[in-house]
């Protein structure tokens, strides 16, 4: 079985734009619940940009 790394590259997307939009995490929600799992690598991405949230380097968004 072959990994996408697909949440890493929603996590990127979010750090790029320094915004947390409700696209991008219903999107990584999606992901985590179609693969059942999370790699050690997506698991990175997505403490990174808890991290980063945390300092406020990323701003969540909320929907309108």
């Known amino acids: 079985m072959q990994a996408t790394y697909s949440i890493r590259h929603l996590v990127e ?4 734009i320094k915004q ?7 999107e990584i929600n999606y992901e985590l619940t179609r693969l059942g799992y999370i790699s050690d690598i997506d698991y990175e991405a997505l403490e990174l940009l ?4 945390d300092a406020g380097r990323v701003q969540l968004v909320s929907s309108r």
């Open 50 to 53: 808890m991290d980063e949230m």
């Open 20 to 26: 947390l939009t409700p696209d991008i995490e219903n």
């Open 13 to 16: 997307k979010a750090l790029y």
